[in-house]
């Protein structure tokens, strides 16, 4: 997992560049979904076991591993990987909008953004 910090506000007291706008969308279904999920089946997998371990308060992570919460961490760590490709040490302003269908498929669409920054 990278280093990027991502906040939803400017909070990082210290000057910056921008660098350029970070984006990311994903739908829970198709091939690229399940390649992508593929991908970070390890990380899930150890959310997951933090969350069980008995020195972790109930509710810590608030992690129940539906689809939802499993493709906003996803879409994080993916805003992480453009912003460092751009050379940020930072998101900010961060976003996420996702709309649930139910129209018996069961699926939803969620975009994120932000501005990645380098400190100076």
Not at 42 to 56: H, I, Q, S, V, Y
Request: glycine content about 10%; charged content about 25%.
């Amino acid at each position: 997992m990278s280093k990027i910090i991502i906040t939803t506000e400017n909070l990082l007291n210290q000057p910056y560049e921008v660098v350029g706008l970070v984006y990311f969308q994903v739908r829970n279904s198709g091939k690229p979904y399940r390649e992508l999920m593929k991908d970070y089946k390890p990380a899930l997998d150890e959310m997951r076991r933090l969350e069980k371990m008995p020195n972790t308060p109930k509710g810590f992570f608030n992690w129940t591993g539906s689809e939802l919460e499993e493709c906003f961490f996803v879409g994080q760590e993916e805003i992480k990987k453009r912003a460092s490709i751009l050379g940020a040490n930072a998101v900010i302003g961060f976003r996420e909008d996702t709309d649930i269908y139910n129209d018996g498929g069961g699926w939803f669409f969620m975009q994120m953004y932000g501005t990645a920054v380098r400190f100076l």
